[in-house]
């Protein structure tokens, strides 16, 4: 997740805009105010904050391009390329919606056999929803699950680190809200334990009223807040703010769809790629460039940079049930199976994967100072 201003303009517009119609025949939901918390919030389940429950630190970098993701065709040589990279913060949201793009792209070439190349949620997806239209399918991968930057990220469904703040008013304002869509939509049927995806209610904490972020008000009937004055909520922020959204637990949806794309007959190759030329010597006449950063240096996509973030876990709290984030301070808490996950950092360039132990301390810190405040 992400620290951005707030914007008044988008919360309270945002049942207005729900009604509006979607764009490229993707409908928004119908039906999803914000609105006014009529009563208190009851009581919520606090996290056991010590320094002895950390069971581990972990790093990723997130690939972001200030433009936005880019799926697009190509032809090179014999090849047909299909691109679908550069998610930033916010590549499980997007997952479905751009490997749909993807996948209108290849239906319209002549080919089904594809190559995806890359094993990350963008590359998985991607190729699941090639089978079930009936492409036949081989994945390549330098890493697999559980060593992708997929499976450090925590999970929640949130658009955000997605692209810079003026290029989302822009035409990839409508390439976003289509992915979004499509995402939000194709994810709930997968909700139970068997993929690790549910619905929580997930919290925007500040001494300001809490108001969706500008990537949020892109589609902002995906995120109908609940707000809650002073007094109203546990948390020791002057205001806070609610909206049920979906989670992918990346530690069992990433297994889960490793599982599926073999079963529905992929071949999965560990192949790192060292240049567009060794895509050259694959027999699939069609191949999906599904690489994340690694696109940067095979294709040479100047534009991609690394945005650092970083994750304390604690021992698992089946009691906490809810996320929240406190956005001027870039501290957000998800609670997963396996740990209760506490964030974040955002290191634009920094290519290390290494935890910063300086980060660590401010990440621990700051939710201690969070969670021993909560009433
Ligand atoms: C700390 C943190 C928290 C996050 N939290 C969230 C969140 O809550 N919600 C959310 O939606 N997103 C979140 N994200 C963002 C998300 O992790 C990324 O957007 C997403 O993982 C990108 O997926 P990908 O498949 O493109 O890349 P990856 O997961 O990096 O997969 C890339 C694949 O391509 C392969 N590859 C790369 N180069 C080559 C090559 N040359 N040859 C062969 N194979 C290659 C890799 O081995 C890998 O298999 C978070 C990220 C971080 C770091």
Redesign the pocket.
Known sequence: ?TRSPINRRAFVTTGALALAGGALGVQPVIGQESVVATRPLGKLGKVDIATNRIIRQ??????FRPSGFVVRAEQRGDKTIIH????????????WGTAKMALDLALATPHRTAAV????????TTARLLQDHGFDVAV??????P???????????????IADTDELEGPFRARLQEAARFAHRYFQPFVGRSYGVKWIDFFLLGDERPEQPPDFAVTPELYPLTAYEPGQHPFPTRYAASFPTL??E?NVFMPRLLDEVIGRGAAVKV????SVE?IGGLAEPLVFN??????K??FGDAELTP?????TLLLPQQTVDYCYLDGARDLYM?PRSDGIVL???HQHDVWSTEPDPEIARAIFDGHREIIDGMG
């Open positions: 997740m972990v790093a990723g970098l997130r690939p679908n990279y550069g998610h930033g913060g916010c590549g499980i949201t997007l997952s190349i890359g094993a990350g949620v963008i590359g998985l390549y991968a330098k890493a697999l699950p060593d992708t930057t997929s499976n450090v990220a925590a999970g929640v469904f949130g658009v955000t680190s989670f992918a990346t192949r790192a790629f060292a060794d599904c690489t994340g950063l690694g696109a240096a095979l945005v650092k973030g970083q994750l998800f964030g974040g950092s």
